[in-house]
């Protein structure tokens, strides 16, 4: 099952040469996982990274980036779970302006431990929702 959310382009986000400076997808990329996880999983970051005593770091990520984004342009991001490991879960992002393709992305995401810094077992609440959500059963949209 798919999440969407979408996102304007602001200044902020632009280079010298007026279109999105790549970094900035990243945050933004950042963002989306973030409203994931708390409107699809109920497990909001300020939780998991807060009194949880856990993180979500980024393990590897791939992207393509296809065309360029301007000032004032909506993006719709799209996330796509894959594939849930013992500690990772792989996702796919698709960007878009409209009809036309911004950038794709594959990355894995593993929760760690703050203590050790070492990946540990999803806990049981998150890896039901993102079985659900590979499943596309999630029953609710976003």
Same mark, same amino acid.
Not at 49 to 53: C, I, L, N
Not at 81 to 85: E, N
């Given at each position: 099952m798919s999440f969407?959310?979408?996102q304007l382009v602001r200044f902020q986000h632009c280079d010298?040469?007026?279109?999105v400076f790549y970094p900035r997808y990243f945050e933004m990329i950042?963002?989306?996982i973030e409203d994931w996880f708390a409107a699809r999983l109920q497990a909001p970051f300020s939780r998991i990274?807060?009194?949880?005593?856990h993180a979500v770091p980024t393990a590897?990520?791939?992207i393509a980036f296809t065309a360029p984004s301007r000032i004032d342009d909506l993006l719709e991001f799209e996330l796509t779970?894959?594939? #849930? !490991?013992r500690s990772s879960v792989d996702l796919a992002i698709a960007v878009r302006c409209g009809a036309e393709a911004r950038?794709?992305?594959t990355s894995t995401l593993v929760y760690i431990s703050q203590a050790s810094g070492r990946p540990v077992s999803w806990p049981d609440a998150l890896r #039901? !929702?993102?079985e659900r959500e590979i499943e596309g059963d999630a029953g609710h949209g976003a």
């Open positions: 969407h959310v979408t010298p040469a007026g279109i950042n963002a989306c990274h807060g009194p949880d005593a590897r990520i791939e779970p894959l594939r #849930i !490991g950038l794709n992305m #039901i !929702g993102i």
